[in-house]
């Protein structure tokens, strides 16, 4: 029972007790009644009063909850859709959270509430079953059970190379203070400042930004409602639409939305995790979307630690916000006190001091993305991008400078075990350079980490993936004076909790250093790091200069972990009714380098309507042979009958290892005129 109908009982009791004594005293004859009795009179009386008005006021809190509790009730069938992640960044210090909204076939945005294990990456399609719906119309799923994730993000993001028309609204409020700018003020900050800059030197060139600063408009509102403070057009379609139509802006020119807001209690930014589909006037449109506040402190440096040149709170929130509108995930660290990768680590959120995607209060080093972000965006060439698969030599080159023209690798992964939730996982390697956006390096505490390699985790939980940076030569100091030194250098300490070290690839690596005779430099390679990550001796680190760092690294004897067959991003197609079209799917075998081929078979599980649409796949889709980490494409043929209504219909493709079982599937969109 609740707590209220405890509370009403017993003021029930006092009421009718107190009640009782008004009314003894009150049968008392006027003229026998002493002034001690006409003061008891009107105490009780008082006493009655506010009685009668908490039960009132527990009453109706037991109606509210009454009510409440027939409004969240199961929804009636399970729904189907495409997830939308937002990042909410919090203005200094504080753990950011990400809020989630499901959009379903009908266009309607309806706010997620997920339990704490669940993280599915935005634009994932999920079902979700038997989920409770609140007063306010959003949904809460209780158990990880209920919801069911159907296809998660391509490897490599869309949209995220070229120029990209940006829409800027300036946002102000009934309560908020002057202005701090005008639009003709910002316009050039925003495209021609340090922001625009900082993406084409991390970029190598493969991005910028374009677009229009529209004119401060006032909501009719003030910014905090009932003591909350409310974003402009946040989840909320009918505000975002309204801004959209009295700045008259023609949605079909942009890609992307970011609303810059002036209130006080507006601090911090948040956006979307790539884009998402949003119904506009009746039209969906692909779009991300990012609030912007802080406006306050906009031209103040950057609290997230200062550069050797101008790079404000505005610069780094602009970075930033629109790291996560292309699709990115914060950039974390990991501290596993003395220790590299084993022990008690602790997750360090925006941990990474050398990436904008992190960069805690006063913690902000260097500002270039990681290599796996890079990756991830496409602007790295792919073979720039090399998987080490075998104990040996390799030479990676400075990531600030070239994109990987030439044969120069950038970045260099190893795929690493699964860990104990049988979930995927790399380590990323990259060499730092004191150039550019990057110079902080060049500070006589950070230096040091020009001359070693630096590494980070990717791991994925539910979905969504992270890196975090590994500190590669830890003390039992505390997080952040601890990276000043992060990188495992030519010499330094040799950490190594494995006796045997991996005894057979010491043997190969001490042969293979002996046939090699060319050296950049011939440092006491003492530096070795194993026992720590999983199946890999890292260093010594052999030779830098300043085009190349060049290091060993042992990897063991390839344990064989089956993992689900994994498909593709499928982009959304179309098709006229009474056609066909051809599209291309990649699935991979993702088993671990020790287990042998697999048969993998593709098939698809919703034939629609009584076959009115149809997948044909060819004969040897059924019959694929992979090696573990082999993609194989398969064209595929999407028929529709004359009869098929036209509407945008949910399709999936579905990858089975035959030789495990295991499948893997892929949800997209195929919209029928």
Known sequence: MSKNYYRLIAIAVVVIIASSFQLLVSSLPVSAMTRQDENIRSLLAALVGRLEQLKTMISNELTAEASNRNLKTPAATPIEGEIT???IDPPSAGDPRIEYSIRGRD????????PSSMAPASRSTVRISNASQESDGSLTVADSSQIQIL???SAVLSETTGDQPLAVLLVNFLDSGPNPFTASEISPIIFNGQFQNFYREQSYGKISWSGQVYDWQQL????VVNGVCRRPGFQNLTELTSLFNTAQVDLTRYHRIMVLTNHPCIQGGISSIGQGTYPINGQNYQLSFAIIGSLDTWNQTSNRGAQPFPWTNLDRLLSHELGHSLGLQHSNGLDCGDQVFVGNCQHIEYGN?????GGLVNGGYTLHWNGYQKELLGWLLPESVFTIATSGRYTIAPLETGFGRGGQVKTAKVILPPD????SRSLYLEYRRGVGFDINLNRSDLTSNQTGLMANILSRNSGMWYTRLLDLSPTSASWLPDIYETTLNTTGKDINTDTKALANTLSSLSRLSQSQTTKTTT???????SGQIPNVRLGPVVGVTLSGLTFDIGLGENPCFRLPPTINNIPDLQVKSGSQTQFNVTVTNDDYYGCAASTLSLSSPNQLNGDVIVVTFPTTASNISAAPRQPIQSSLTLSVSTSTPARTYPFTIEATNLTTGLTGSRLFYLRVY
């Open 85 to 87: 992640a937002y990042y």
């Open 220 to 223: 009719n509102r003030n910014g």
């Open 523 to 529: 440092p006491t390679p003492d530096a070795v790091i």
């Open 107 to 114: 266009g309607k945005e309806i706010s997620l509430r997920l």
């Open 151 to 153: 296809s998660s993000p």
């Open 420 to 423: 104990s939730n049988n979930e």
């Open 353 to 357: 001091a050398f990436d904008n995607m």
